[in-house]
């Protein structure tokens, strides 16, 4: 099978099953919202953005450092389980000795017992990283989609179960530590890689170093996608942050699940082009197209529905949502197509070139965020 048949092959069994999660997830979210409170999710994101923050740097650019690379040894695999190990076992540690003073910046006590229930999550990344490279490096998607099915549905059931149950912010932290357990858990069972952990790192230098740029630019993407979050909830009280996190939540459910769906099929695509010695800028513009002709619509479309879909989904206490929501699609069809360009950086072997993009993006539009929290409340 070609390469341009196996992405199609992947994208198809991708977006059939990304649908069917998100179909149930949407029906989950939206009774959910009517039973819990505002300050609920505001509580939530604001452990929730520490927790990404902390999973960006656990190991997802070792994983892309072992697609990319043209070959690699068992010895080498061993050690990347090694750092992965080593990294998330400091997180731990990192998390629990942070959250009292996480709390105190947030001014939120109740979020330190949502820090240690989420660093559930640093156990997964080392468990389910080397399988999920095995797995895209193969381009075996099918199974992939399958997997992220099957975990998206049966925390999704948790979380509304616990919410009917009255659980409140504690079905979201359950439901979410449930996804992670699941997730990983299946990832072995399909492919499973019996190896120990190598602390040695002298002949995996190569595979670090690419990880490493890789970890950066996922630090210089989060802190741009995060910083309005973070300055929220340090401005703003719960309500006021629940409010805007739904919003954004709202607004970014087809950037969420269309870019993230296109990249993780091009990048171990384009590595493959790359190692052949192959042109990558054909298939770069034809992904970067189909991805600027599908949002601009479903953007725009869902900015100019927002005051009639808001309080019809999510009931006449979010009525503050509308203008938010209203707001925020109308950029992020630029946002989509300014991600596409990592996975051909990084596939080309220039993952600079990616990290300095971010970087001046993040220069520029945090200090206008900044004001616009301080003074447009």
């Given at each position: 099978?070609?390469?341009?048949?196996?992405?199609?092959?992947?994208?198809?069994?991708?977006?059939?099953?990304?649908?069917?999660?998100?179909?149930?997830?949407?029906?989950?979210?939206?009774?959910?919202?009517?039973?819990?409170?505002?300050?609920?999710?505001?509580?939530?994101?604001?452990?929730?953005?520490?927790?990404?923050?902390?999973?960006?740097?656990?190991?997802?650019?070792?994983?892309?450092?072992?697609?990319?690379?043209?070959?690699?040894?068992?010895?080498?695999?061993?050690?990347?389980?090694?750092?992965?190990?080593?990294?998330?076992?400091?997180?731990?540690?990192?998390?629990?000795?942070?959250?009292?003073?996480?709390?105190?910046?947030?001014?939120e006590e109740r979020v330190i017992p949502v820090l240690y229930a989420l660093t559930i999550g640093f156990l997964?990344?080392?468990?389910?990283?080397?399988?999920?490279?095995?797995?895209?490096?193969?381009?075996?998607?099918?199974?992939?989609?399958?997997?992220?099915?099957?975990?998206?549905?049966?925390?999704?059931?948790?979380?509304?179960?616990?919410?009917?149950?009255?659980?409140?912010?504690?079905?979201?932290?359950?439901?979410?530590?449930?996804?992670?357990?699941?997730?990983?858990?299946?990832?072995?069972?399909?492919?499973?890689?019996?190896?120990?952990?190598?602390?040695?790192?002298?002949?995996?230098?190569?595979?670090?170093?690419?990880?490493?740029?890789?970890?950066?630019?996922?630090?210089?993407?989060?802190?741009?996608?995060?910083?309005?979050?973070?300055?929220?909830?340090?401005?703003?009280?719960?309500?006021?942050?629940?409010?805007?996190?739904?919003?954004?939540?709202?607004?970014?459910?087809?950037?969420?699940?269309?870019?993230?769906?296109?990249?993780?099929?091009?990048?171990?695509?384009?590595?493959?082009?790359?190692?052949?010695?192959?042109?990558?800028?054909?298939?770069?513009?034809?992904?970067?197209?189909?991805?600027?002709?599908?949002?601009?619509?479903?953007?725009?479309?869902?900015?100019?529905?927002?005051?009639?879909?808001?309080?019809?989904?999510?009931?006449?206490?979010?009525?503050?949502?509308?203008?938010?929501?209203?707001?925020?699609?109308?950029?992020?069809?630029?946002?989509?197509?300014?991600?596409?360009?990592?996975?051909?950086?990084?596939?080309?072997?220039?993952?600079?070139?990616?990290?300095?993009?971010?970087?001046?993006?993040?220069?520029?539009?945090?200090?206008?965020?900044?004001?616009?929290?301080?003074?447009?409340?």
């Amino acid at each position: 099978m070609s390469i341009t048949a196996r992405v199609i092959h992947s994208l198809k069994w991708m977006t059939f099953t990304k649908f069917l999660a998100q179909l149930l997830r949407w029906a989950v979210t939206f009774i959910v919202i009517r039973i819990l409170m505002p300050e609920d999710y505001g509580i939530f994101a604001m452990a929730d953005v520490v927790m990404y923050f902390f999973a960006l740097l656990s190991g997802a650019g070792l994983a892309s450092a072992l697609i990319q690379v043209r070959d690699f040894s068992k010895l080498q695999m061993r050690q990347v389980l090694g750092m992965l190990v080593t990294i998330n076992f400091f997180f731990t540690l990192t998390v629990f000795l942070l959250a009292p003073h996480i709390a105190d910046f947030y001014q939120e006590e109740r979020v330190i017992p949502v820090l240690y229930a989420l660093t559930i999550g640093f156990l997964t990344v080392t468990i389910e990283t080397l399988p999920t490279a095995m797995l895209e490096r193969e381009m075996r998607f099918k199974a992939l989609s399958l997997v992220e099915l099957a975990a998206a549905t049966i925390s999704a059931l948790v979380t509304l179960t616990l919410a009917l149950a009255g659980f409140g912010l504690w079905s979201l932290v359950i439901g979410s530590v449930s996804e992670l357990l699941l997730r990983a858990g299946l990832k072995c069972a399909v492919h499973p890689v019996m190896i120990l952990p190598h602390f040695g790192f002298r002949n995996s230098i190569h595979l670090f170093t690419f990880g490493g740029i890789k970890t950066l630019t996922f630090l210089a993407w989060f802190a741009l996608v995060s910083v309005d979050t973070v300055i929220g909830g340090r401005l703003w009280d719960a309500q006021t942050l629940g409010i805007y996190a739904v919003a954004l939540q709202l607004s970014y459910i087809p950037l969420n699940k269309l870019v993230p769906l296109v990249k993780q099929v091009a990048f171990p695509a384009y590595s493959r082009i790359n190692q052949a010695d192959d042109d990558i800028s054909p298939y770069v513009m034809k992904a970067n197209s189909l991805i600027l002709i599908t949002s601009f619509p479903l953007f725009f479309g869902f900015a100019a529905t927002a005051p009639s879909l808001v309080p019809l989904l999510l009931g006449e206490k979010w009525l503050e949502v509308v203008l938010p929501a209203s707001l925020i699609p109308l950029v992020l069809p630029l946002r989509a197509s300014q991600e596409l360009l990592d996975p051909a950086f990084e596939a080309s072997g220039r993952p600079q070139d990616a990290l300095i993009n971010w970087l001046i993006v993040f220069a520029i539009l945090a200090p206008m965020l900044y004001v616009g929290a301080l003074y447009g409340e």
